[in-house]
């Protein structure tokens, strides 16, 4: 058995939800945050058998897509008196979104 770790962006999370659910997956949902742009993540848990290990990883990256976003890029140093120099700030597209994946295994598993 292995325990599936998967973070998404939340603009994801309907459909992967949606389609693992029709796969006959069942999972755990958890609201998580990014480090980078704190950006809004669904983090989700899953414990399945060996053989389909494969076929969840399949669906969550055929359903989590990578996309470019706006974000605020801002100079370092300018900082003064409390306020932000907002005139030195840039917009910037980043891509973000796809997902990242960890299994690990399990040496115990009981549903109580």
């Known amino acids: 058995m292995k325990l599936v770790l998967a ?8 459909i992967v939800t949606a389609q693992l659910t029709k ?12 480090g980078f742009l704190t950006s809004g993540n669904t983090t989700f848990m899953s414990g399945v058998e060996d ?4 076929e969840i990883i399949e669906i969550i990256s055929k359903f989590s897509k990578k996309r470019l976003q706006p974000s605020v890029a801002q100079s370092a ?23 990242t994946i960890f299994v690990l295994n399990v040496e115990r598993f009981e549903h109580v």
């Open 77 to 99: 140093g300018l900082f003064t008196g409390g306020s932000h120099d907002m005139s030195s700030s840039s917009v910037q597209e980043v891509l973000v979104g796809g997902g």
């Open 7 to 14: 973070i998404i962006n939340n603009d994801d999370s309907p």
């Open 23 to 34: 796969a006959g997956f069942y999972m755990t949902k958890i609201a998580s945050t990014g």
């Open 51 to 54: 053989d389909k290990v494969d």
